[in-house]
Structures are given as C-alpha cells and as structure tokens.
C-alpha cells in the first residue's frame, strides 16, 4: 500500500452524450500541494464533484485514503475539507452562524474551532455580520473556513482565489502552502492558472477536454518548458552564418536570432565571438516557452490565460 | 439526529418562517372568531345541542386548506435555504448521509407544521371557553382526531412537496403542484364519496371516518417519504 491519498482508476462521467471526464487516472500522495489545472470546462469541477461523491460516475472508481468512496463515503468525508465551484452560504446567517450550522454536522469539532478558522481566513472583525452583506472576496474566505472547520486531512479547494484581491490571493497561497508543513494537510487546488498553481504546488495534474495530458511533479513541468536567448543585432543573416561556421545552434525566425538556452559562458562566448567579427549587439534577453505557454500547448491551446 | 436538527433550526433564524408557522392558525381562529361573531345568536340556536362538536368542524374546513398551504410554502422555503446558493454542495459534502439529510428536511417541515396544528387546537379550545361552552363537554377524541387525523391523511401530499421541493432548483414547479393539489383538494370536499380513494379526499374523511385516512395517509405517506429519499440519495448535486 502506497500513501496515496487520492487514487481514481479510470474515472470517466458522461453528460449529455459527451465524456467530460475521461479515464481519470489521478495519483496524489499524502503532503502533497496538487494542482489540478484545466482551461474552462475541462472537467476540472466535475472530478472534484465525484471525488466528494456529490455526482457517481459513469464509470471507474475513486479511492480516498485507500479506502472506496462509493462504500465509506460518510466516514472518509469526516476527513474531507471542501470549496467547490463558488462558495455556499446562508445568507441571513452570520459568518459564526454559517459554521456553526457545519459545525454540528462535524462530529468532534469543538466551538471555538469557529473562531480559529475564522481568523486564519482574517473574518474575526466580520463574524457578527450577516452574510449577505460579504463582498464576493469575502463570502470565499467563508468556504475556505468552512472547509477547515473539521481540520481536514485532505482539502479540496476549487479555484479558491476566484474574486479574491491580488493580497487576498497572496494570503490564500501562503496559506495553502503553509498546510502541508503546519496540519499535515493533503491539498487538492484546481485553477486555470498554471502561474499561480506554480506558486504553491509540488505535483502538477492538467486536464484538457477530460483527459489527463500530464501528471508529475513540477518541477518536471518546468523542465519542459523550452528557453531560448533571443540575440537582437544589427545584421541577423551574417551573424546566423558565422554562428554555423563556428560550430554554434542557431535558429533564424520572423527575422529574429535565437540560441538555445545554456550555461553563461557559452553564451558569452557566442557573444565574444560575434563582437570580433563586426556584428553590433544590442540587447540578449531569455525569451520563449513559459510555463504557460507549455500548458497552453498541451491543452491544445484553447482557454487558459 | 439531535445535531442535525439543531443545525436545521438554526438555518430558520431571522427568516419568515417561524411567522407564518404563527400567522397560519391565527387567521383560522380569527376567520372563525369573525363567523361566529357575525351571527352568534343564530349558530348557537341551531347547533345548541353539540356547540364544541360544530366549532370543530368549522375550524377544521379552515385547517385543511391553510395546513396544505402551509405545507407547499414551508417545504419549498426550508429547500430554497439550500438551493439560494447551492449548499447542497456544502451540506452533502459533509460526513451524514444523504438519507439522514432528507429525513432531516422532512422532520423541521412536519415538526414546523406540527407547531401550528397545536396553535389552532389551543385556539380552538380557547375560542370556546370564550364563546361560554363547558370545558367538561369538550369532546377531546373528536377534536384530536379532526386535526391530527386530518393531518396524517395530508402526510402523503407533504411528502411529495418535500420531494419536489428538495430536488427541483425551481421552486415554481412545488410551489405550482401543491396549489393544484390544494384547490383540487377544496374541489372534492362535497364530490361523492366513492372517490373516497383519492388522496385529496383524505384529510377531509377525518372527521367523518378517521380509520381509512389515517391508515391510507400513512401507508401512503411512507412510500412516497421512501421514493423521494431513495432518489435525493442517488441525485448528481448540480
Ligand atoms: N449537467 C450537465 N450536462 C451536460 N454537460 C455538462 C453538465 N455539467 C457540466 N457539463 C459540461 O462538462 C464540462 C466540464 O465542466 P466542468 O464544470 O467540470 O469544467 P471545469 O474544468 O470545472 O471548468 P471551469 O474552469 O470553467 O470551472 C463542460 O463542458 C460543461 O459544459
Ligand atoms: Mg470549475
């Protein structure tokens, strides 16, 4: 038995004749900060939906903690913390009122836990409030402290900085990277932004049109990512020539040089070189495949950014 | 169960609710306070012999249709609570069971509908001390059976509004389904009583002949409860 948090085999849903979420093979391990990223209607909600057991598959299974959702659903959410889609809230409720209302439902979660998930998601000041009167960013600080309430060993966050500020977004990063270390917290966050998911995840999972295109570690993603130093000079066609002549890769396109990205003194040495020969340089900046762009390209570039 | 209701209940603070839980019995004691206000002289003339057994039945033609009102109306606001933002997502996500979610809407909704039933039996009992009838003559059976057999004979219709209630985001559809129901209900009251099968008929039969309401309400009303919960517990949440 590995430690795998969550495990689903072939996780398929059909809706309206259409497989949205295809053959899901999705692998996280406990302390992981997964990032489950996907343009829009990639299916990303749709997995999530299924993993909480809010929709059944078509076909194939979801194993959390080892153990089969279908069969034990009620005891492995007590383990589950979870923000799905937008948040959900009473209206007419307070924040306090809101998470008590959870609360209850929670077996063995004290009182005071309100007021601790409350000012992790800084909404002490606001808790007397009725909800109704939260600014979007706020009502999405609400889910994530409700997702909290029962501390979690697995929380699963769908676009949780949907609304937020750019501080907001900042907190809720730090605090979903501070989860692994401080709680011992496995974290599920799906977005459509592989920056931000870059900012916070250790594995990578990208969807595109229900599959899985890719699923490692990050840093394995970040290696594809393709870097080229774009040389701006005076005469692109003799310093393309002389790059050949000495045994230098180059790559003329659009009327723009490149060289493939290397170590510094490789590239000051095609720099030295060129100098010597008369060519006039202006500038020599890395340019090229960024992390988004490598997700836009295996999403077959539709949606994203 | 216990927390569960308490956290159901603490959803309907500040809401209009509780209100109407009130409102509803007081205007069928004050619609029948009116009636007989208007021609006391006459009523107790001709009803002299059984004055409690009348007031009875009079109120419990005005119980009737208020309580399928009130079960239509408070079913689908209990249900508006989840739907208004979609909790669904949020509640069903939580360690209970989806059956145990479902019995949980349809105890606050009966325990609510209950609350208003024992304000007209008071007010019924309290509307004829008012009016000089003898607290020994009250004939209690008939007054418990007119309310609670009528009741019971309209659990089949409550279950059936929950169920529309609970699964439909669009409330028009539970809301219009039960406005049917009750006017198709206030239709048959005097229609024959071969037709005494029909569900409609059945919170009226009460007061003449408790036994076949309250066993088919009941038999009814338990397998209408179990479909409904069997299909909340297999839905997709939207
Ligand atoms: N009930 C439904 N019937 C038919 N198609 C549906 C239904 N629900 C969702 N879909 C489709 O399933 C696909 C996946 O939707 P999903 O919400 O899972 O995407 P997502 O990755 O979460 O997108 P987003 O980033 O926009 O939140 C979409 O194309 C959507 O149109
Ligand atoms: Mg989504």
Redesign the interface.
């Known amino acids: 038995m590995t430690d795998l948090v969550i495990e689903t085999k072939g996780l398929t849903k059909t809706l309206g004749g259409r497989n949205v979420v295809d053959k899901l093979d999705l692998r996280i391990k406990r302390g992981d900060i997964y990032g489950f990223l996907g343009p829009n209607g990639a299916g990303k909600t749709t997995t999530i939906k299924m993993l909480l057991g809010l929709a059944r598959p078509s076909s194939g299974q979801v194993r959390l903690f080892g153990r089969s959702i279908r069969k034990e659903r009620v005891a492995l959410l007590r383990k589950v913390g979870s923000l799905v889609e937008y948040p959900s809230y009473y209206g007419h409720l307070n924040a306090k009122e809101n998470l008590e209302t959870i609360r209850l439902l929670l077996p063995g979660v004290r009182r005071s836990r309100i007021d601790e998930v409350l000012s992790i998601v800084r909404l002490t000041k606001d808790a007397q409030r009725q909800v109704k009167g939260y600014s979007l960013g706020m009502k999405q600080r609400l889910g994530i402290a409700a997702a909290l309430l029962g501390e979690p060993e697995l929380l699963i966050l769908d676009e949780p900085t949907n609304g937020l500020d750019p501080s907001g977004i900042i907190e809720i990063r730090e605090l979903i990277r501070s989860m692994p270390g401080q709680y011992g917290m496995t974290v599920l966050v799906s977005s459509h932004l592989l920056t931000e998911v870059g900012q916070m995840a250790t594995e990578v999972g990208i969807v595109s049109k229900g599959k899985l295109v890719f699923q490692d570690r990050l840093e394995v993603l970040k290696g594809r990512s393709r870097q080229q130093i774009h040389i701006r000079l005076n005469d692109q066609q003799r310093a393309f020539n002389l790059l050949h002549a000495h045994g230098f890769k180059a790559e003329l396109t659009d009327g723009r040089l490149y060289v493939p990205k290397a170590d510094d003194q490789r590239i000051a040495s095609v720099v030295r070189m060129l100098v010597q020969q008369g060519i006039e340089i202006s500038r020599v900046e890395e340019e090229g495949d960024t992390l988004e762009s490598v997700f836009l390209h295996m999403t077959g570039g539709e949606g994203g950014l | 169960m216990r927390?569960?209701l308490?956290?159901e209940f603490?959803?309907l603070?500040?809401?209009m609710i509780w209100f109407l839980i009130v409102l509803g019995p007081a205007g069928v004691i004050a619609l029948q306070a009116v009636n007989y206000g208007l021609r006391f002289d006459y009523l107790m003339k001709n009803y002299a012999g059984d004055p409690w057994g009348y007031l009875i039945k009079n109120v419990s033609m005005l119980l009737i249709p208020a309580l399928l009102m009130g079960m239509t109306i408070i079913s689908s606001m209990i249900a508006t609570?989840e739907h208004?933002?979609?909790?669904?997502?949020?509640?069903?996500?939580?360690?209970?069971?989806r059956t145990k979610l479902y019995l949980g809407k349809f105890a606050v909704t009966t325990m609510l509908l209950l609350v208003s039933t024992v304000l007209v039996l008071a007010g019924t009992v309290a509307l004829g001390l008012i009016f000089g009838f003898e607290l020994q003559a009250l004939p209690w059976d008939t007054l418990l059976i007119a309310l609670y057999g009528a009741f019971i004979g309209a659990l089949p219709y409550l279950a059936v509004q929950i169920w529309l209630a609970v699964t439909l985001n669009n409330q028009a559809i539970p809301l219009t389904v039960g406005i049917s129901g009750l006017v198709l209900s206030m239709l048959m009251i005097n229609g024959s009583s071969s037709k005494n099968w029909l569900p409609w008929k059945w919170p009226y039969l009460a007061l003449l002949e408790p036994v076949f309401p309250v066993a088919a309400g009941l038999a009814a009303s338990a397998v209408l409860y179990l479909l409904g919960s069997l299909h909340f517990a297999?839905k997709?949440?939207g």
Not at chain 2, 87 to 96: E, F, G, R, S, Y
Request: aromatic content about 4%.
């Open positions: 927390r569960l308490a956290s603490l959803k603070r500040r809401k609570l208004h933002t979609n909790a669904w997502k949020q509640t069903i996500a939580l360690p209970v069971s297999r997709d949440v």
